[in-house]
C-alpha cells in the first residue's frame, strides 16, 4: 500500500478485484485473493519498525478473526519476514499462506512516520492473511490511503482516529470467513505479492 503513488498499483489487481467484487452483497464487499495460513497462528520477524510491525499485529489479534500473529524468535523461526523495500511510505507482501515457499514477506518503506506505518502494517498483515484490495466501501484494505492514515473509501478523519479504529467491519469479515469458517475458499494456483 503506497501513500500517493499507489495508485499505479491498482491497475495490476484491479481487473482480479473487480471480477471477485462484482458478485459480492453490500454486507460482504471484501475481497478473498489468497489461501488461509494453516493453524491458527502466524508468526512474523520485524527486522524494521519493531514497534510499528507489534502494533498492527496486535490490531489483527484484536479483532479476533480465527488467527493470531505473534512474533518469532528470529527471522529463521518466522513464517512472516517484515523488512525494508517499499516505496514512498507504502508496503508490499505475499498475498495469503505461500504454501510452495518456506516463508512469506512484507516489505515496508523507510524513513515513515511510526504511527502511519503501523496502518501500513496493518493493511499489509491483510495481504498476509489472503485479504486482496477492496475496493467498494470503506476498509483498511482499500489499495490508497492518505497521509492521515485515511483508507480511500472513507470518510476523512485524522491519523489518532485510525490508530484507534485501525480496521473496519469489512475487513474483519473478510478475515472472519477465512479463518473462522469451516469452509475453505478456493485462491489463485500460486502466491503473489500485493501493495
Known amino acids: 500500500m503506497a501513500v500517493a503513488a499507489l495508485r499505479c498499483l491498482i491497475a495490476a489487481g484491479l481487473a482480479a ?13 471484501y475481497v478473498i485473493d489468497g489461501v488461509r495460513w494453516p493453524g491458527t497462528t502466524i508468526t512474523y520477524y520485524p527486522t524494521a519498525y519493531r514497534t510499528a510491525v507489534d ?3 496486535r490490531n489483527w489479534d484484536h479483532a479476533n478473526v ?8 528470529s527471522a529463521s523461526a518466522a513464517d512472516v519476514i517484515v523488512k525494508l523495500g517499499a516505496q514512498q511510505c507504502g508496503g ?11 516463508q512469506s514477506w512484507v516489505k515496508l518503506s523507510s524513513g515513515c512516520d511510526r504511527d502511519l506505518v ?20 470503506c476498509a483498511r484494505m482499500n489499495p490508497v490511503v492518505d497521509y492521515s492514515g485515511t483508507p480511500e473509501f472513507c ?5 489518532s ?16 470467513t477465512l479463518y473462522s469458517s469451516p469452509v475453505r475458499v478456493r485462491a489463485a494456483s500460486r502466491p503473489r505479492a500485493i501493495g
Open 118 to 137: 503501523t496502518l501500513v502494517a496493518t493493511h499489509e498483515f491483510g495481504h498476509t492473511l489472503g485479504l486482496g484490495h477492496e475496493i467498494q466501501r
Open 66 to 73: 480465527g488467527v493470531r500473529f505473534r512474533r518469532a524468535s
Open 17 to 29: 478485484a473487480i471480477i471477485v467484487c462484482a458478485g459480492a452483497s453490500p454486507a460482504q464487499a
Open 155 to 159: 470518510e476523512y478523519h485524522p491519523i
Open 55 to 57: 502494533r498492527a499485529a
Open 92 to 102: 508490499f507482501s505475499i498475498v495469503g499462506w505461500p504454501r510452495w515457499w518456506s
Open 161 to 176: 482516529y485510525w490508530l484507534a479504529h485501525p480496521l473496519k467491519g469489512d475487513d474483519i469479515r473478510g478475515a472472519r
